[in-house]
Every structure is written in C-alpha cells, then in structure tokens.
C-alpha cells in the first residue's frame, strides 16, 4: 500500500506541541480487505524540550497491521519509503507582548532616573499562571537583547500614533545600555526586543521626571517586623514606621514627624482584601502586607499645593507601590527555674517552672512530667506545648542532673539561654559523698528492736567510719588501708 499524507501540523513556541493523530492521511495506491484498519501512527521527537525551540520537526510514520507493506508519501523532503519522516511538524515564532504595570507616565525624583515598570511577557502562560517576564530595565534573560534609543523629548503628536515601522527607523542601531535621564520633563525611549523563538519587537518607553518641588516621594527602607502576640490597639503605625527607621520621605516635605499628617497605615493578612483581614494581635508569625493610605487632608493638600505623592522601596528602585512586607517574628518566651538544690531521700526531684515572656506580660507558673508534652493555656486562649526531658543524670540519685526543654510551636520559640537546667542532689549529712552506706536488714531489726540506744550506736559508728575515711583521704604515707 502507498499511503499519502495530505496535510502538516504547526504550533506556537511556548504553547503544548498538538496531537498528532490529526493528520489526515489515504490509501493512494494498493487494495485493502475490506473492515480492515492499517494502524497509521505517527511521532515525532522534540528531545526533552517542554516547549520546542522555533524550526521544523520530521514526524515519522509507522503501522501496526503487518499483514501489509506499507510506503508513505508526505512533505518531508527526505522520507524513507517504509518508514518515511512522511509529514512536517512547525514551531512558529511567538509574539512579545508588552505589559504596563502602573500609569502611563512614572514619576522621577529628579536625580534617579526610575523607569516606568514595562513587562516583557515571552511565550504564552505556563501551565501555573504564570508568564515568563523580563524587565525592560534589568533581569534581562542571556538569551533576550534589548536594544534602546537615545531620549527624545515627548510629542504627542508624534508619538501617541507610531507605527512599529516608523519606531524601527526612529531608533536606527541603538544601544543596549539603558539611557540615564536627569532633567525634568516628558521623555520616550524607543526600544527593540530580539529573541530567537520569538518575532522581533519595537515601541516606545515613557519617562516622566517631574522637578524636586513638586513631589513627595515616601520610600520603604526595610519591612516593618514585630512579634507574635504584640497588640497594635492604641498604637499609631505610623509612628512606628517613623521612629523606627522603616520609611523616610523626600521631596517638598522633608520632615519625617509631618507624614503623620500624610497617610495612615494599615497592616493586612491580604492586601487583596481592599480592608478586610487586618492583622491582630493573634495573627499567626509570617509576612503580611502593610498598606500606606493619605488622609483626606493630605489629598485636599496635593490639590491645593499641586503637590504628587509617589512611593518608592530602597531594595527595589523601580517601584512605585504603597505596600510593603509586615513581618510577624516568632516570640521568644523564657523559662524562669527555681527550688534547684534538694537533700538525698531516695526519691525523684524536679524544679519549679515558670514561663516569662508572654504577650500582655502574662506569666504561668506549670508543672511537667519528664518527657510527656504539657499543655498550656494562656488567657487569649492560645495552647502551648512544652516538654521537659531529661538529658543528663538520674533525678532521684545524689548528684547533678541537667533538663532540657523543648518547644514546637509555629509563632512562639525558648530563648536557648533559659532551655537549659542544672539540679543538684547533695548527701544525706550522715553519709560521706563518696560512700554509698547502706545499713543492713539485721541493722534496721536491731535498731526497731533496740530503739534509742541502738540507734545512737549506728550514729556514732557512721561518724567514725567519716572520720577514719577522712583520715585515710588526707595521708601521705605509702601503704594499704582498708575502708574500715
């Protein structure tokens, strides 16, 4: 049987290759029985590439009824004609797509030229969402060139309007560092994007940079971090922010102590929420968003002032964002130990504990079992678990022994310097330290039979063998001692 491939297959760079089995194909040549099916398969190998770079693909083509001899006729220039690459398979180049992130035009500060936040989306969306994106200004990818044009003062009627053609003449060469623009005024930048899977792109990047005297710039220089447990009832966040180093202004108000009078702050489990899910003192430890908002005198200012309000983050020169990172640390609680020295009776001892460090100032007296978790409730409700384990010594033997506490807790840890306990078991004051005295069953009858003489004798006994024990301890002679 000859067998013609009638058509070929094609898709996009960055989109899932297609299926195969969609290419038409027919007997030209040869009789079939009649019912039955020849199997035509095809395949085609794009090695390990998710998305296949730009360029064309043999497909190759097999059967699976071997009842007959089958040849394939297709595009492929160089087909076997058993088993003949029969069709071509096409990657196309994609589009680049330019995304916009805040307004038409961004504001500058006058000496650091910050660029409006353009996006290069490549490809198409990732199974995730997500984009792949490039910078215009940085984060350029090895395998992206952007070349730009020298500054050229805005004309809208030139500019509003341009042809990808007339921006590929306007820009001619160009240049691939990115222009620095100091003076004030409307700027645009031509561009051109080249990357090998994907059509060559042009346009125009717009620069705005406005005079000193007319702008405020609030700028985030570093989030703002607390602990769990910290209650924000009866604080002024802004205050926080300012005292603490977090903001910093510029502009026409230098004065840190007026942006009280700018904007309230607000901290936000989700800044989606558009006010919703504010961040209480019993948000767990994570990062969260705080929001900078102006107050309406601070609008009606602006109007009046013809004054602009931009923000700014010292780690990211290119935002313009009012949100920053609230950061909710764990909280390090201590454990305060007492009643640490006990007498020998033969019996287990264990120290007292107190938990110190709590929010609200709250402190909890508890009790423990060795190596059991003890579970306890502090008055907002919040469960901590606590175990006590032992990691050195016997806790019942004259001696020292060392505990060790451990905490599991997603927002609260142990302050290490407060983890740890030493306890100390002295001698019972009729026994020497180094002589484990043990009285004898016949002792203890004689003593009960006895009574008081007897045990005065044991007494004495016990202070001689101390003293001859002592004597022997101290002596400098060579020779044999036995421990009577």
């Not at 590439?49 to 497909?59: A, L, Q, R, S």
């Not at 904007?263 to 489990?269: I, K, W």
């Not at 409700?381 to 905490?407: E, K």
Request: glycine share 8%; proline share 3%; charged share 25%.
């Amino acid at each position: 049987l000859t067998v013609s491939i009638e058509d070929d297959v094609s898709s996009v760079y960055g989109y899932p290759t297609v299926d195969l089995s969609r290419l038409f194909w027919q007997v030209t040549q040869g009789v079939m029985i009649s019912g039955d099916d020849i199997g035509v398969i095809f395949s085609c190998d794009f090695g390990e590439n998710e998305y296949p770079p730009v360029g064309k693909y043999p497909v190759t083509a097999d059967w699976t009824n071997k009842n007959y001899e089958v040849s394939f006729i297709g595009s492929w220039d160089e087909f076997d004609e058993h088993r003949g690459k029969a069709a071509t398979y096409t990657v196309r180049k994609a589009n680049i797509t330019i995304n916009k992130s805040g307004s038409e035009w961004f504001d500058e500060d006058g000496v650091i030229t910050r660029y409006q936040n353009f996006f290069i989306t490549l490809g198409a969306e990732n199974e995730d969402g997500t984009y792949k994106h490039i910078n215009l200004k940085g984060d350029k990818s090895a395998k992206v060139n952007i070349t730009y044009g020298a500054p050229v003062a805005y004309d809208e009627n030139v500019h509003e309007n341009m042809t990808e053609s007339a921006i590929k003449q306007a820009l001619g060469e160009g240049q691939t560092a990115v222009p620095d623009i100091t003076e004030a005024g409307k700027w645009v930048v031509y561009y051109r994007i080249e990357e090998a899977n994907h059509e060559v792109k042009y346009g125009i990047w717009r620069v705005l940079i406005l005079d000193a005297d007319k702008y405020i710039v609030v700028t985030f220089e570093k989030p703002y971090t607390t602990v769990y447990g910290e209650s924000l009832e009866g604080k002024n966040l802004i205050d926080e922010l300012v005292s603490g180093g977090y903001i910093s202004v510029s502009g026409a108000i230098t004065d840190l102590e007026e942006l009280k009078l700018i904007a309230n702050a607000y901290a936000y489990e989700d800044v989606s929420a558009g006010g919703e899910g504010l961040v209480k003192p019993s948000t767990g430890a994570n990062k969260y968003s705080i929001r900078l908002e102006l107050t309406e005198a601070a609008k009606k200012l602006a109007m009046y002032a013809n004054l602009e309000f931009k923000y700014s983050k010292t780690n990211e020169p290119n935002s313009d964002t009012n949100v920053d990172s609230y950061v909710i640390a764990k909280r390090k609680i201590e454990i305060e130990w007492s009643n640490l020295e006990f007498v020998y009776d033969g019996k287990s001892h264990l120290p007292k504990a107190k938990l110190k460090g709590l929010p609200e100032g709250e402190e909890i007296d508890f009790e423990f079992k060795l190596g059991e978790p003890t579970a306890i409730t502090l008055k907002s409700g919040y469960v901590l678990r606590i175990t006590v384990s032992l990691s050195q010594g016997d806790t019942a033997q004259a001696g020292t022994y060392s505990l060790i506490a451990t905490l599991d807790d997603e927002n609260c840890e142990l302050d290490v310097t407060t983890q740890f306990v030493t306890v100390k078991i002295t001698d019972s004051p009729f026994l020497d330290g180094e002589i484990n005295f043990k009285l004898p069953q016949w002792a203890i009858i004689a003593i009960a039979c006895g009574g008081a003489t007897m045990l005065l004798t044991i007494i004495i006994l016990i202070a001689v063998v101390r003293k001859r024990k002592k004597a022997i301890d101290s002596s400098d002679d060579d020779g044999f001692y036995d421990e009577a």
